[in-house]
């Protein structure tokens, strides 16, 4: 028998932005609030690819690790009956029910965490099924939760937040407006095709009239699809993540308006803000209620108010200055790891009282 409380966290790897920021970065608080703490992501994770580059050894290689991971999986379910409070961000070994099916029938005091619009498609039943069966979900912003409260009624937003100690805060003493401004686009490059390439024509038309370069930090080098376009890359480091403020001047985050993207959580815009950078940001789901419109960034919806947003604040030290610290304030304030574990741990006690 455990002495304290105790948490299994299930989640898709050790590295991917909804593992590290929806469970991961909890842990040591949650220890701290003596909660034993097990994280088990999926081994090997579902990003991995075979080092073979023969197409038959590549094949054989990959499904054998795949049956690893379900391997893995399964043992991760079994120790799941004993403890006090299972969390599940957003499923355990791809599509299906198979292993959520099982958990449940092991240990059904499961929190289901989701942070994206993974209930549209194809995974619909298997979300569903995981919303209406779970004890409680903790969806990632308000779009998302309409789609839990449909299954269940224990639905609590837990947006996305940041820790926002880790960051280097960007100071604005020695920021004279010299130099070649950098704006730049944060992200994985798996959401780099449908969230920054529709934008590359706006921005390179922009640089026609405005001095800046376009820094993509991202995991490897992408090819633009936009010829002509003064940019550099970055290459994203988790270590070097908290640099931000060291490596661009003005974030932007821009999105399509559609299913899919209004289901994003915003952690591009919080991590820009932890680091006191300016942000630019289309008005598309949560960016709207994290963005306070001419005080912590700007809102821009067609091509007209993006070039009148990053105008004034390449041409505005001060304005930089002013929005930034701004911002900076509002997510330690609002989006911030101090300010949302209470809550995780009062959901966490609620779940741990129901019977098993």
Not at 190 to 216: C, D, M, R, W
Request: charged share 25%; hydrophobic share 40%; glycine share 8%.
């Amino acid at each position: 028998m455990r002495s304290m409380p105790s948490v299994i966290g299930m989640t898709n790897s050790a590295f991917d932005p909804a593992s590290r920021v929806r469970f991961i970065q909890f842990i040591p608080g949650l220890r701290k609030a003596g909660w034993e703490t097990l994280h088990c992501p999926n081994r090997p994770d579902r990003q991995w690819k075979s080092p073979f580059s023969n197409r038959i050894a590549g094949g054989l290689h990959y499904r054998g690790a795949r049956l690893l991971m379900k391997y893995n999986r399964w043992r991760d379910v079994a120790q799941a009956e004993a403890f006090d409070v299972v969390f599940v961000n957003r499923d355990l070994a791809g599509n299906g029910t198979f292993f959520e099916k099982r958990l449940l029938n092991r240990n059904s005091r499961v929190v289901y965490d989701f942070d994206d619009a993974v209930h549209i498609g194809r995974n619909e039943p298997a979300v569903r099924w995981m919303c209406r069966n779970a004890a409680w979900v903790t969806p990632g912003n308000e779009y998302l939760a309409r789609f839990a409260r449909e299954e269940n009624p224990h639905v609590t937003v837990i947006p996305t937040v940041i820790d926002t100690e880790k960051y280097y805060v960007r100071s604005y003493t020695q920021d004279a407006g010299n130099g070649l401004l950098r704006v730049g686009w944060s992200g994985s490059d798996q959401s780099i095709a449908h969230g920054l390439f529709p934008y590359l024509n706006t921005l390179a038309e922009l640089q026609k009239t405005l001095q800046f370069e376009l820094v993509i930090i991202t995991n490897s080098e992408p090819r633009l699809p936009v010829p002509g376009i003064r940019w550099r890359f970055h290459k994203w480091e988790e270590a070097d993540e908290p640099n931000l403020g060291k490596h661009i001047d003005i974030g932007i985050m821009p999105l399509l308006d559609n299913e899919f993207q209004r289901g994003k959580c915003g952690l591009k815009l919080l991590q820009y803000m932890a680091a006191a950078i300016p942000t630019v940001a289309s008005p598309v789901g949560v960016n709207s209620d994290i963005t306070l419109e001419g005080r912590t960034g700007f809102l821009a919806s067609d091509n007209e108010q993006w070039g009148r947003a990053l105008k004034a604040l390449v041409l505005d030290p001060a304005l930089r200055a002013e929005l930034g610290t701004a911002g900076r304030r509002r997510c330690v304030e609002h989006y911030s790891i101090g300010r949302w574990l209470p809550r995780l741990l009062e959901i966490f006690e609620n779940v741990r009282a129901l019977k098993p």
